[in-house]
């Protein structure tokens, strides 16, 4: 691509902020940047780049910051090991440590005492080895990659294993001039160099090799064996040099590497011939004096003479002159020489000896290199300190692969084409190229977004996006990457990111946010490399539609996630989609020869005609294939047999087939153990490991560690870093980092890999292995490997615990060890369930529990995440439901062996299977709110499981480890029972994503999609199936005062694609796709000439031809109409508008009726034709229209008459393919029509005997009935079925006629209105009323009389019922949705057993609560409904006593109580003052007072003090006795309002003459103070809204400021403006500030102080702020569901979390601050206790919860409880028969075969139900089932 740009401009932005961060920061400054460079050097400032980068564009990219601090260590290795074993104990680690704190990169010493295999010196690679790790480190490191510690010795001069060919030829010319004589003289082998070196003339430029000792002979020689050799060959080459150079054939530095020692060239390397060393290289020098030179291990420091024992005087000369060179080169603080140190008698050095001189080398090191890491990391990166750096560099990391990928690219002209094509024309859709894994997808998505400059003009106004998915971390979870997209499209486009909470609509709210005069191009490759996590298989992120500015292109594979089969269910046209095959055969062979010659290589033509015939004949010649045939053929020697070569090319014919040749390649270069190792536990943990995890395996793994430490130990028993590093740079471009459970792990990029992988880790044995004993199979060794991940992840050898090992024999010898047997500490990291930060510990709860089940270890598994609560706040953290339920499904009870127990002995099952079951229940129960807040797990499990307790050991265990471990995640504990458990009727609880809003309506579709509609602000579509938001949506335009509020669908029996929605106020339609869950369509209806101020009154969808049609009725001022539109072209096809009144319209297949006073219509299209026919009736209320035709032929109407003044109070229509109609009249009658096949309306009549409420068609499964369920005031009229009959007659079926009027005398007896009745079939029905759910059966003894029972009734919710939607397949399974928002899934064919019906049966008020009070050990509520007072035991949370108030007259109500621990004191609104004792069974009433004027009852100071304010007065009363302790009078004030904190009483006065506002604080000491704020200056603000005192200082609210005054000095301490502000107080010195949405929370002690600076800001669901009576906590309510808790001194953290399961109505705290009690609106009191264990004695509050025994009666219902969970009962009962739901029906079927299958459904359910599986999963199952059972 050209760098002449065209002038590219930085764009001028208006100042935004994102995130809080200004964005008009220096590079948006508004200013020109210049036009590109031409030059090859050119790139843009540092203030130009981040737009550069923003854009997209490819001219310049800076480069990558380091992500590693990688140093070579280089020394001699005999001399310096006391020094390496020291810095490798004590001072790496602090590197580490630091490295990962201050500048988050990983830190690695590359020493190469380990991992130099037998294999090195066989092939001669040794010497290459270290400076290719050498090379890596200068490549890789940030700041320091080099460090030497040179001392006496020069080291060994390694052999050159390659030698130019041309240098090689000079030096055997040399050699050959030299006369016989002098050859013999020499002792001159030269054939000796011939023999051994072997040309290579695929090596540009040719090269001699050094042969490998296994290649000779057709043998492998042994090292020893070629040492004479070695010396031979190393002399003719130094000869041949020397005489080279002095015939001036060869120069002084192409000599040096035939004399130099490794350490020389290692030094040379990475310090004399570096532009900058002082950025990079540290040496350190230490010199032994007093040497004893006759020592056995002299020759380990200094080099000798051969034979002697003096001094070889060459390497002296020669090491003194290297620390010479490098202390010349090196400055001051890179080069330090250290004083001498002293030969020690045991061996020249011990640590001992020199203790002095090792801490100073390990000080001098650690400083030194954090100051090259200090000073590289404040210039590596370019944009580190802009504020959007991290999102910079993650365009940038993407930028250099589309580079890369750009530099090899060839060919695929006709895909490129057609990119080229779309990016140019006016396509609204997106671009999807798909093809199998390895097939150039990536590449050729880069080379497009790399040319698209090209095709587009490269201007300021393109911008191209660029991801390649799955290849960073922050591109493999929807979150990060719709993050990191939109946050990139936004700065480069310059405006604020729109905002929303939903993931799936970010991209296409900032696409269409994108200014028209900007070119977007968005390219995304490999969707199927995106986690599951998210739903981002859905796809439901993907617009469907773009914008004419945009252009978006993706790729993905074709099978995987069936994102194929979803992206071609949007019905995109052929054109949008290209598949991508494999390279043609010339292609292929071209891409060879030039990735060849790229790499300085090439093939023999022989070889190279071998490789393309193998391409032409091949057929699977994808880029992967060719890629990896490429990585094998670049090492080929031209000399090697060509009769091998095709041979080998069969052996790497398939790209299985060339991994798995690289796999062992890869294992013979670095260790067949380590690298199979390393691998197999890459490939048995569950999604991933990270770097450090797999180092830390193999650092417990002593088996490996025994094969890698072969000839040196180190100090600490741990795999050194760089081993892994190196395997790694191996394979770096085929694997990829990925964010996964909180971590970044390894995985492989292709899928084939995986799956080559997958069978040479786990089902294959290494290389020439030996398995142990207990490993005789591969799946046993998987085994013990599961068993140390099991063991790591436990962190059973973290910290300083050592783990026991055995050392190999030669090493035992080496060590001079006695014993082989050891111990060593492996520094891997603890592994709480908890961090330190409070999150759960992802990486161990993401691995442990698959580990776990697949070894059998199921008590492990419960005591670390099933029966642990931080286990489980981990799982919920990382999974959904469906996915836990998968991992627990996968245990095998049956094979179970206990902790502790021999390998025979086999444990009953049932002792932990049946407590399993309870929690698998339990948890489908929970899982919706779990998922959403994890840690509100404990209260959660506490309040449902507490009555299983006593029953089993594990879930008592599980509930003791809630009570204390639960407080440190959740500061709410649930102190009892209180929430429905397992086995009750309830199964499944839907998310409840917009607490407070209505369910507008529910809708199932057929086909086995399920799914709910919720409406409020937001269209929530809800998966049944696992409770996952399908889809929110909430319209940008959306008004406060606007929600949704109808909905509409196709009918039931039909499947159904779209849902239709219509807003309160603005007249839009809102289309959402069931397909792809979005928002398909909106249409506005004010486009519609004379409807601009309409309002939308009834929705309706339909079918019109084979289009999807909607019809709204809308409402003016003036008149009504009706407009139906097209919903795919918005067209509007017919518009009805008249000044009547619409009573009635139903869309039918093709036909529109609409009803109006004494007026019907039907409009009837027929191939694309309206016709309309209006029918005038006299005194016709209803008439009925039939079809007319297009000659406008009418057909004769029966009508139906009314009188004239007939007013309809309900109607409905029949959701079933029968035109059915139903509607009531004020009159009390029912009238009921359907249209017979002829188009005849048929009516009939039924006479009630009052008005009816409601008409209701019900549910069947047969859809050509329907029947009808009529309610009136105290009956229920229930019609089983209205059809259609052979004599076009309307037929009631099943009920005689005589009984069509018959009443149901249970409902008359309970007066009992039905909100919405049921049909289940011809026996059964539903009803709802308020919160509650009836079931009844009808029953009929003679054929005549028919009776009607009630099976079952419950409460559903704690909010009135809006709706029932009825399971097709399960008749006793249904779903509610109430007010509240809850939607909740029941099974009514559960029996419940006594014993577990009492569990789960709470007391209730029965009435509306208005009002709580309540201390430490008991609560009272009042209701003034019925003028009783209700006392809790806050310890059980049931009712102990009612104190009724029948004695209140002249309906004076309860107003207010103040409850004591073991007295009440009630104040009705007229002033009755009682007291009540409630320390015995029953309450009694004390004493009475009467007040006149009464405005307020507080809790006294004192323990048993009662106040009560009256307007002129206020006093103080004993709550026991009633007596008056004190009390004052005001003749000359009113009282406004009085607190009372710390026996401080302060009153805000009205002085009555003067209108003066006082405040009077009076003490115990009975001094009183009085501040006037009308006449004191300073507090002259305006209107008193609030006040707060304590001690001195005064607290006063006004319109705009808040003052802070100290009364007893008169003075102003402090003020603040605020608006809409108000104080809520405590009764200690602490309280908050409350302002617009922000909270500041304040402490008076010896003055006044702010305990937070930054303030809480609360949401807009905010209802509520409470603070505890003690000060120390704050609780909000968002919603009246939600509580948050923060502790007053940090109001950033949230320490306790809690969603009610129903609206809280009033809530307060108990007086000692120990509970939280809460009115529902079910008329129950919850508790919560807070349980702060930052708080002294608060921890201990839940510890004391704790049981450790039962008794024998608690013990025997608790087995009772856990057995009968979810079982039936055969016990009678008067309100729920013995029979269970499903037996009743069986009764009277007449189909025996299908009496069998509703009996065989039955158990089918209950088992899938016991199993956890969610309602929709149960329903299937049985479905596949029922097929068995039929073909039977």
């Known amino acids: 691509m050209s760098k002449k740009a065209g002038g590219f401009k930085v764009r001028a932005v208006e100042k935004i902020k994102i995130d809080g961060i200004d964005l008009l920061s220096e590079f948006w400054s508004k200013r020109s940047a210049p036009a590109f460079d031409t030059r090859d050097d050119w790139k843009p400032s540092d203030e130009e780049l981040p737009s550069y980068v923003l854009t997209g564009r490819l001219d310049y990219i800076p480069p990558p910051p380091n992500k590693v601090v990688k140093i070579f260590l280089s020394s001699t290795f005999s001399d310096m090991y006391v020094e390496r074993n020291y810095l490798f104990s004590n001072i790496y680690k602090n590197l580490q440590q630091y490295c990962r704190l201050q500048h988050d990169v990983e830190f690695q010493v590359v020493d190469m005492r380990w991992g130099v295999r037998d294999e090195a010196a066989l092939d001669h690679s040794g010497p290459k080895t270290c400076m290719d790790e050498l090379r890596s480190c200068q490549e890789l490191s940030l700041g320091p990659n080099f460090v030497c510690l040179l001392g006496q010795r020069y080291g060994n001069r390694p052999l050159q294993a390659k030698i130019p060919q041309t240098e090689y030829q000079v030096i055997i010319e040399s050699l050959n001039n030299l006369s016989e004589e002098e050859k013999t003289e020499l002792n001159l082998d030269i054939p000796l160099l011939d023999f051994w070196y072997q040309c290579d003339e695929n090596s540009e430029p040719p090269a001699m090799i050094l042969t490998p000792l296994n290649e000779k002979d057709s043998h492998r020689m042994e090292v020893s064996e070629f040492k004479p050799i070695r010396q031979k060959l190393h002399d003719l080459l130094r000869v041949g040099s020397k005489l080279a150079v002095r015939d001036g054939k060869m120069s002084v530095e192409d000599q040096k590497k035939y004399f130099w020692s490794v350490t020389e060239e290692e030094v040379y390397k990475g310090v004399l011939s570096q532009q900058n060393p002082n950025d990079h290289t540290l040496c350190f020098v230490r010199e032994i004096y007093d040497i004893d030179y006759s020592h056995s291990k002299v020759e380990r420091f200094v080099e000798l003479e051969d034979g002697t024992k003096k001094v070889n005087e060459e390497t002296t000369q020669l090491i003194t002159q290297l620390v010479s060179d490098t202390e010349k080169c090196l400055g001051s603080d890179n080069f330090y020489r250290f004083p001498k140190v002293k030969w020690h008698p045991n061996g020249g050095t011990n640590e001992d000896s020199l203790s002095d001189y090792l801490v100073e080398l390990g000080k001098m090191f650690e400083e030194r290199v954090k100051m090259l890491i200090k000073r590289a990391a404040e210039k590596s990166n370019p944009l580190k300190d802009n504020p959007f750096s991290s999102l910079l560099t993650e365009v940038a990391e993407h930028g250099y692969q589309a580079l890369a990928k750009n530099k090899t690219f060839q060919g695929r002209d006709d895909i490129m084409d057609k990119i080229k094509q779309y990016i140019l024309s006016e396509s609204h859709l997106p671009f999807i190229m798909y093809g199998e894994s390895g097939f150039g997808k990536t590449s050729l998505l880069a080379v497009a977004s790399a040319r698209v400059y ?15 998915l799955g290849t960073t971390p922050d591109s493999t979870n929807i979150g990060s990457l719709m993050n990191s997209v939109t946050k990139q499209i936004s700065l480069a486009c310059g405006f604020k990111p729109p905002h929303t909470d939903d993931p799936m609509r970010m991209l296409i709210f900032t696409m269409i946010a994108v200014p028209s005069h900007y070119r977007l191009v968005i390219f995304l490759d490999s969707l199927d490399q995106l986690s599951s996590y998210g739903k981002a298989h859905t796809l439901a992120w993907l617009p469907l539609m773009l914008p004419p500015n945009v252009k978006l292109v993706v790729s993905t594979l074709p099978k995987d996630h069936n994102l194929l089969d979803i992206l071609k269910m949007r019905n995109y046209p052929g054109k949008q989609f290209v598949e991508v095959n494999i390279l043609e055969a010339e292609l292929s062979i071209k891409l060879m020869r030039d990735w060849l010659m790229s790499s300085g290589r090439k093939l023999t033509e022989p070889q190279m005609d071998l490789v393309a015939e193998r391409f032409r004949e091949d057929k699977n010649t994808s880029p992967l294939y060719i890629k990896l045939i490429y990585d094998v053929m670049v090492k080929l020697r031209s000399y090697f047999p060509q009769e091998e070569l095709g041979p080998l090319l069969n052996e790497i014919n398939s790209p299985v087939k060339c991994i798995r040749y690289i796999y062992n390649e890869l294992m013979k270069k670095n260790g067949a153990l380590l690298v199979h190792r390393l691998f197999a536990y890459l490939h048995l943990s569950n999604l991933g490991l990270t770097e450090n995890e797999m180092v830390d395996l193999i650092s417990l793994d002593d088996e490996v560690l025994n094969d890698v430490f072969q000839y040196h130990t180190p100090p600490l028993r741990r795999l050194p870093a760089v081993l892994w590093a190196r395997i790694r740079n191996s394979i770096q471009e085929y694997i990829v980092t990925r964010e996964a459970n909180g971590g970044k792990v390894i995985a492989w990029y292709h899928r084939q890999f995986i799956e080559v992988g997958d069978t040479m880790y786990k089902a294959e044995f290494p290389l020439n292995y030996t398995p142990p004993e207990d490993a005789s199979n591969t799946e046993a060794l998987c085994n013990i490997l599961r068993e140390n991940m099991v063991n790591y992840f436990l962190g059973t050898w973290a910290g300083d615990k050592p783990k026991p090992y055995t050392l190999p024999e030669h090493m035992r010898a080496k060590l001079n060890r006695e014993n082989a047997e050891d111990a060593a500490v492996r520094n891997v990291p603890a592994m709480p369930n908890i961090l330190e930060n409070g999150r759960p510990n992802l990486r161990k709860l993401g691995q442990l529990p698959a580990l776990l089940i697949k070894l059998g270890r199921i008590e492990e598994f419960f005591n670390e995440v099933f029966g642990n609560i931080e286990g489980l706040v981990g799982l919920f953290s990382m999974y959904s439901w469906s996915d836990i339920y998968e991992i627990a499904d996968g245990i095998n009870f049956d094979n179970y062996k206990a902790i502790g127990k021999d390998k025979d002995e086999v444990t009953d099952p049932n002792v932990i299977k049946n407590p399993f079951q309870i929690l698998i229940r339990s948890f489908l129960l929970t899982s919706a709110i779990a998922c959403a807040y994890p840690k ?13 307790a006593p029953g089993s050991e594990i879930l008592n265990k599980l509930i003791n480890g809630v009570y204390d471990k639960g407080p440190k995640l959740n500061s709410f504990v649930c102190p009892h029972a209180q929430l429905e458990g397992v086995g009750t009727y309830l199964i499944f609880e839907m998310p409840n994503d917009h607490v407070g809003s209505c369910v507008a309506m529910i809708e199932v579709t057929p086909k086995n999609r399920h799914f709910i509609l919720t409406l409020s602000k937001k269209a929530v579509l809800i998966n049944m199936e696992d409770g996952n938001i399908q889809m929110r949506y909430m319209p940008p335009d959306l008004r406060k005062d606007d929600s949704f509020h109808l909905v509409a669908a196709f009918e039931p029996f039909e499947d159904p694609k779209d849902i239709a929605a219509t807003l309160k106020i603005i007249p839009k339609i809102y289309i959402f796709s069931l397909v792809e869950f979005d928002v398909g369509e909106i249409i506005d209806c004010r486009t519609v000439p004379g409807y601009e101020q309409m309002r939308i009154q009834g929705l309706e969808m339909g079918k019109i031809q084979v289009n999807d049609a909607v019809v709204v009725m809308v409402h003016g001022q003036s008149h009504e109409g009706l407009l139906m539109f097209d919903v795919k072209k918005k067209d509007l096809l017919y518009k009805f508008n008249n000044s009547k009144m619409i009573l009635f319209m139903h869309l039918g297949h093709n036909t529109l009726h609409i009803s109006q006073p004494h007026l019907e219509t039907t409009v009837v299209i027929n191939k694309s034709e309206l016709v309309k026919s209006h029918t005038q009736v006299s005194q016709t209320f209803v008439a009925a229209a039939d079809v007319i035709s297009l000659q406008f032929t009418t057909v004769r109407q029966e009508a139906l008459h009314l009188p004239s003044d007939s007013i309809i109070t309900s109607k409905t229509v029949a959701k079933s393919s029968a035109d059915l109609m139903a509607f009531a009249t004020e009159d009390g009658n029912v009238y009921i029509g359907n249209r017979n096949p002829k188009g005849h309306q048929r009516w009939a009549k039924i006479l009630l005997d009052s008005p009816a409420v409601d008409v209701q068609f019900g549910f069947s499964s047969d859809p050509d009935e329907s029947p009808l369920s009529v309610c009136t005031k105290h009956y229920i009229y229930v019609l089983f079925s209205v059809k259609e009959d052979a004599r076009n007659k309307l037929g009631i079926h099943n009920i005689p006629e005589k009984s069509l009027g018959m009443s149901i005398v249970v409902a008359a007896k309970m007066k009992l209105v039905l909100s919405k009745f049921y049909m289940v079939n011809e026996t059964t029905c539903i009803g709802y009323h308020l919160g509650q759910v009836y079931i009844f059966l009808f029953q009929s003894e003679n054929g005549d009389d028919v009776s009607l029972k009630i099976v079952k009734k419950f409460d559903a919710h704690s909010r009135p019922i809006t709706g029932i939607i009825l399971n097709e397949d399960i008749a006793a399974m249904f779903l509610t949705s109430a007010e509240d928002g809850s939607v909740r899934v029941f099974h009514a064919g559960l029996n419940l057993h006594p014993a577990l019906r009492d569990a789960n049966t709470f007391d209730r008020m029965g009435v509306i609560i208005h009002g709580i009070s309540a201390s430490g050990l008991q609560s009272a509520s009042f209701s003034k409904d019925n003028n009783t007072v209700a006392v809790w035991t806050n310890a059980t949370g049931k009712v102990t006593n009612q104190l009724s108030h029948d004695y209140l007259q002249d309906e004076d109500t309860v107003a207010g109580t103040v409850c004591f621990d073991d007295c009440i004191v009630t104040l009705s609104c007229k002033g009755v003052l009682s007291f009540w004792d409630t320390s015995g069974s029953e309450g009694s009433l004390t004493e009475q007072v009467e007040l006149e004027g009464v405005r307020t009852l507080l809790r006294g100071c004192d323990p048993h003090e009662v106040l009560v304010c009256c307007t002129k007065s206020w006093y103080k009363f ?31 006065q009205r002085l009555t003459e003067e209108e003066e506002l006082v405040i009077e604080i009076l003490q115990t000491n009975d001094n009183s103070h009085t501040v006037n704020l009308s006449t004191t200056k300073e507090l002259d603000c305006g209107k008193l809204q609030d006040f707060f005192c304590f001690d001195h200082i005064l607290v006063l609210l006004f319109p705009r400021k808040c003052v802070f005054y100290n009364w007893k000095k008169s003075e102003v301490l402090q003020e603040e403006q605020v608006a809409k502000s108000s104080v809520i107080t405590s009764q200690s010195n602490t309280f908050i500030l409350k302002s617009n949405c922000n909270i500041f929370s304040y ?6 102080e702010k305990l937070n600076t930054e303030p809480l800001k609360l949401s807009h669901k905010t209802d509520q702020v409470i603070i505890t009576p003690n000060g120390l906590h704050v609780v909000t309510i968002e ?25 809280i109505e009033r809530v307060v705290f108990s007086s000692d601050s120990a509970y939280i009690v809460c009115g529902i609106a079910d008329t129950r009191l919850f508790y919560l206790m807070l349980c702060d264990v930052e708080v002294d004695g608060h921890h201990q509050r839940a510890l004391a919860l704790q049981r450790s025994s039962y008794t024998s009666d608690e013990v025997k219902t608790g087995k009772i409880i856990i057995e009968s969970a979810g079982k ?3 016990s009678s009962d008067e309100e729920v028969q013995s029979e269970t ?36 999963r149960a329903i299937r199952s049985v479905k596949a089932k029922k097929k068995v059972v039929g073909n039977i």
């Open 454 to 468: 090209d095709w587009c003009g490269n201007t300021s106004d393109l911008i191209v996006i660029r991801r390649f």
């Open 936 to 948: 509100m797990l404990g209260p959660l499990i506490l309040g449902r499981l507490l009555p299983f």
């Open 1518 to 1548: 004993s709550c026991k006795s009633g007596e008056v302790i004190s009390e004052k009078l005001y003749e000359d004030r009113e009282l406004l309002k009085v607190q009372y904190v710390k026996s401080q009483l302060v009153l805000l």
């Open 1643 to 1648: 402490k008076i002690q010896h003055g006044l």
């Open 1679 to 1703: 919603q009246k569901k939600m509580l948050n808790m923060y502790r007053i001194g940090d109001l950033s953290t949230v320490i306790g979390q809690y969603s009610m399961y129903g609206e």
């Open 1768 to 1770: 039936e009962d055969d």
């Open 1781 to 1816: 739901f499903s037996e009743n029906i069986n009764e009277l079927l007449s189909n025996p075969i299908e009496m069998a299958l509703k009996k065989v459904e039955g158990l089918l359910i209950s088992r899938c139900l016991s199993k956890g599986n969610s309602p929709i």
